[in-house]
């Protein structure tokens, strides 16, 4: 989050509820058409962090708002141990799961695994279902920072959950920074992507 934002970008409840979001754009098209009138989107993902108990309530809270502007949301919980990703736009806050996204993305399929990269959907990048692939049946807590360094994504903010019973809820979390002229590293450095968070 930034400082004075009561919103949330990213965030995780004690009760087993997740939720992150991506901006939404569309190869070759428009992005999704939103508007400022409605419920700002971190309002309503902050919502769904103070009173879903289930992926399922945070998924119709997003059918039910006032929505502005499209988002994908990545929702997921501890008790049904399963991620679903929303196309939240103002249109519409539709739920994909691994076997739906990939109608969108033009990704891989993964069995149990939905996803979205960093890049306009759908996408012709194949860097995320190539990590993705690699560690395919053994992707923990331990290793998902692989992904996000490879396939260079989450510049500002990066979150991982565990949800599998061994942990209770794990969560690793890194922000990244800036120098005064807004580059991720140093001053003279050679590497600007040193302080994004993925690198973190």
């Known amino acids: 989050s930034f400082p004075g934002m009561v919103g949330v970008l990213t965030g995780i409840t004690q009760g087993g509820i997740a939720v992150s979001e991506k901006v939404w754009y569309k190869t070759g098209k428009p992005s999704p058409h939103g508007s400022y ?62 076997e739906t996204m990939p109608e969108v993305t033009s990704q891989t399929y993964y069995k149990d695994l939905v996803y979205v990269d960093k890049h306009a959907q759908p996408s012709t990048d194949d860097s ?38 061994k942990t209770g809820g794990t969560m690793i979390f890194a922000i990244g920074r800036i120098n005064q002229h807004g580059e991720y590293g140093p001053e003279g450095g050679d590497d600007m992507s040193v302080w994004k968070a993925y690198n973190r």
Do not use: C
């Open 37 to 98: 009138k409605g419920e700002a989107d971190v309002f309503v993902l902050r919502d769904i962090l103070q009173y879903s108990k289930t992926k399922e309530d945070a998924i119709k809270t997003m059918q039910n708002a006032d929505r502005t502007w499209g988002i994908w949301v990545g929702v997921g919980d501890f008790s049904s141990q399963e991620l679903n990703i929303v196309g939240y736009q103002q249109a519409s806050a539709i739920a994909y799961n691994d």
């Open 128 to 165: 995320l279902p190539t990590v993705l692939g690699d560690l395919y049946g053994n992707i923990t807590l331990e290793n998902a920072p692989i992904i996000t360094q490879y396939h260079r994504t989450g510049d500002q903010q990066i979150a991982f959950w565990d949800f599998t019973p």
